[in-house]
């Protein structure tokens, strides 16, 4: 299983980033495809979630961020809008209850660096 994450990089507090997860191994569709984020000295924390038409966003995304999947391309995004200089993380995609040839499980991708300037 790999979950191949990218899009991050440096940008001004107001602007936007897209996130872009590539996954391959899991059988996309059933499952929970999310993100999550990492600021230096904080633990992880879920960013966005995305199960079949259900969408759940914590309080410090909703409004700004959006999780959307593209099934056809085994891919899921994050669109994020209005960014602040307390977004910058490292931003991990992940896969709960990805199904696979072996069975079911929870996979991480590598990270992807986030940094916005104020």
């Known amino acids: 299983v790999q979950l191949q994450a990218s899009g991050g990089g440096w940008v001004q507090a107001g602007g936007s980033l897209r996130l872009s997860c590539a996954a391959s191994g899991i059988i996309f569709g059933p499952g929970a495809m999310a993100w999550y984020r990492q600021a230096p000295g904080k633990e992880r924390v879920l960013v966005a979630r995305?199960?079949?038409?259900?969408?759940y966003y914590a309080p410090f995304a909703d409004g700004r961020f959006t999780i959307s999947r593209d099934n056809a391309k085994n891919m899921v995004f994050l669109q994020m809008n209005r960014l602040k200089p307390e977004d910058t993380a490292v931003y991990y995609c992940?896969?709960?209850?990805?199904?696979?040839?072996?069975?079911?499980?929870?996979?991480w991708g590598q990270g992807t660096q986030v940094t916005v300037s104020s």
């Open positions: 992940a896969a709960e209850g990805a199904v696979t040839p072996g069975g079911t499980g929870d996979y």
């Open positions: 995305i199960m079949n038409s259900a969408l």
